[in-house]
């Protein structure tokens, strides 16, 4: 057995644990994930596969992959492709254990069968509306369908007749016969089967009744033989159905359920249904736009399959519902970038400066350090010349105190380069705007030191006019305005909610040469302004970014207001420093 321990423990970890220790399952651990293929995997997915695949390693067991494919009206191939590439991604692996609810649908219909010839299901024909008002509410007990006391055979005969495609959607639903006084609504007579007329994704036109999600979910479990059933607290008032099913079939194991509490992030939301609606109705540019809280928009947008894990890791898993902010998914991003990005320079909003007493030809290459956290990531060179380009927000011709970057006289160090002293601004005549400024330099200042001693305040990024390449930088803010965009909107939908300034496109950037070619999922630190991460419509000599995180950390704060405690210092959009 590998024993390959969680930094953290929880009550899940626990059960299994003592589980081991009692032999429960003959010391077996297996566990799945099963999605349904009706949308890509976002990040409350993410903690659920890092709990499952997780407890499967620490454990010495397997992680079954179950594709819980029982609704063929709203699953895609697409899906199911994407689910696969996403765990892999997330650094997980189900070896030979890929399954598909669909493979069973056979042993479910035969175990329908007998649960019919033991007088424990029935086909009932009331319309869906009927079976609502049947059911009766928490308060007032259900009342029995006038079909609950269809004999065997006939119920036999109309099931068989129900396969054969003989009935419209609708007409028929076959039912658990068990109490309809049941305090737990899922106990009243549930529906295990229905009619649907619709193609399925695997199996085609094979079958027109199709398995409810509760009667698929444990038996799948059982014959797979998984010994813990991980899933969310929404189905604790379903885990006597699971259990009732198991009992009345002779199932080859009786899988454990277990419900922990899902993932929930301010300011996203994780409901397949309302993403898909986003793609839809293209409020975004896909599944996989940098915005989404889906695994594969994540990764768009600079987040590395560790960052994911440490943030699973870090959120626990507990038996509570709550809301993580969203601050600490960006604070774990921020940390693992750190550690791998490379630092370049950018300018995203150019100025042009102009060195008046650098020689007109010269170039020259000044050494920049890749990551001061990490020296084995070395150095390169970034070519400086006449014409210079900084950040249009570097420069005030009349700077507010405590503003120490360049302005008319004052002395900057431009960084790794020379110090730079302002001494002439070219003004749009209308507008009366910066339009190029005039410095002088001071070679003695090469590397950005001074032989003297001479300090400055402000270090400022820049890129040299002629070598520098262009380049388009997305922008990102929160897609939704509100921290809960879930919370009742009054009916006037969820979309209402949305940020209209969540993306910024800026199509005039320049960055350093070092640059050329720079491959998708590529991040870099661009200095003082950021992590930035190579976007897949990078091709050729166009560059596009997207940038992953600010470089200024709000999760600090966020904490301290968590704890009661006031906090200085500003709210936490775009880091500018
Ligand atoms: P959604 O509400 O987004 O459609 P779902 O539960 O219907 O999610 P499934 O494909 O059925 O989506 O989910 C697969 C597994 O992932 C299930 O075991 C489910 O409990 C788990 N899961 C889904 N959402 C979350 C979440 N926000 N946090 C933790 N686990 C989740
Ligand atoms: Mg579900």
């Known amino acids: 057995m590998t ?42 997915h993410a903690k659920s596969i890092c709990l499952n695949f997780g407890i499967a390693q620490e454990n010495g067991g397997v992680c079954h992959l179950r594709f819980d494919d029982t609704n063929p009206a709203r699953e895609e191939v697409e899906y199911v492709e994407s689910i696969q590439e996403d765990v892999r991604w997330l650094g997980f692996d189900w070896g030979a254990h890929l399954y598909y609810a669909s493979d069973y649908f056979e042993q479910l219909c035969q175990y329908a069968v007998q649960l019919i010839q033991d007088g424990k299901a029935y086909v009932c024909s009331l319309s869906p509306q009927e079976i609502r008002e049947y059911r009766g509410t928490l308060t007032e007990p259900g009342r029995d369908s006038p079909h609950r006391t269809r004999t065997v055979a006939e119920n036999l005969g109309l099931f068989q007749r129900m396969r054969a495609g003989e009935f419209p959607e609708g007409a028929h639903v076959l039912r658990a016969k068990i109490d309809m ?84 992030v301010s300011y996203t939301l994780m409901s397949k249904r309302k993403l898909l609606q986003l793609v839809e109705q293209k409020h975004v540019s896909g599944w996989d736009d940098p915005r989404m809280p889906t695994i594969s928009g994540l990764r768009r947008r600079g987040y590395s399959p560790e960052a994911l894990r440490d943030f699973c890791e870090r959120i626990g898993v507990a038996k509570r519902d709550n809301v993580v902010e969203f601050a600490l998914l960006e604070h774990c991003l921020r940390e693992d970038l750190n550690r791998r990005a490379a630092r370049v320079m950018a300018v995203l909003h150019p100025l042009r400066v102009i060195i008046d007493n650098y020689p007109e030809h010269q ?18 060179t970034i070519p400086f010349s006449r014409v210079l380009y900084i950040d249009r927000e570097d420069f005030q011709e009349d700077p507010p105190k405590g503003f120490f970057r360049l302005s008319p006289g004052r002395e900057v160090r431009l960084k790794d380069a020379f ?151 500003q709210s936490g959009r775009a880091g500018r420093v």
């Open 3 to 44: 024993t390959n321990a969680p930094a953290s423990t929880d009550f899940v970890r626990e059960i299994v644990a003592q589980d081991l220790r009692t032999g429960k399952h003959g010391g077996r651990v297996a566990t799945r994930f099963p999605p349904e293929p009706n949308g890509y995997l976002h990040i409350g």
């Open 181 to 264: 006084a049941s305090p737990n609504l899922n106990l009243r007579d549930p529906v295990l089967y229905r009619i649907l007329h619709a193609q399925h994704h695997r199996t085609g036109g094979v079958w027109c009744i199709y398995p409810t999600y509760d009667y698929a979910h444990p038996i799948s479990d059982a014959i797979e033989g998984i010994t813990h059933s991980i899933c969310t607290l929404e189905f604790e008032a379903h885990r006597p159905l699971y259990d009732w099913l198991l009992e009345q079939l002779p199932v080859p194991s009786h899988p454990q359920q277990i419900e922990f509490a899902r993932l929930n």
């Open 363 to 380: 170039v020259e290459q000044v050494d920049s350090v890749n990551n001061p956290e990490d020296s084995s990531m070395g150095s390169h």
């Open 419 to 569: 110090y730079v002293t302002c001494v002439g601004v070219v003004k749009d005549e209308q507008t009366g705007a910066p339009m190029e400024l005039h410095c002088t330099y001071d070679p003695e200042t090469r590397g950005g030191r001074s032989a003297d001693g001479r300090v400055v305040r402000g270090t400022l990024h820049w890129v040299s006019a002629a070598h520098s390449l262009p380049a388009e930088v997305r922008l990102y803010d929160h897609l939704f305005l509100s921290a809960d965009p879930g919370a009742d909107d009054g009916g006037a939908g969820f979309t209402q909610g949305l940020n209209p300034s969540s993306l910024e496109v800026l199509t005039q950037c320049r960055v350093e040469p070092s640059l050329a070619g720079a491959a998708p999922q590529n991040c870099y630190q661009f200095l003082r302004l950021g992590y930035f991460c190579v976007d897949p419509d990078t091709a050729g000599e166009r560059l596009v970014f997207n940038r992953a995180v600010s470089l200024r950390d709000t999760w600090a704060r966020v904490q301290k207001e968590q704890q009661g405690q006031p906090s200085k210092g």
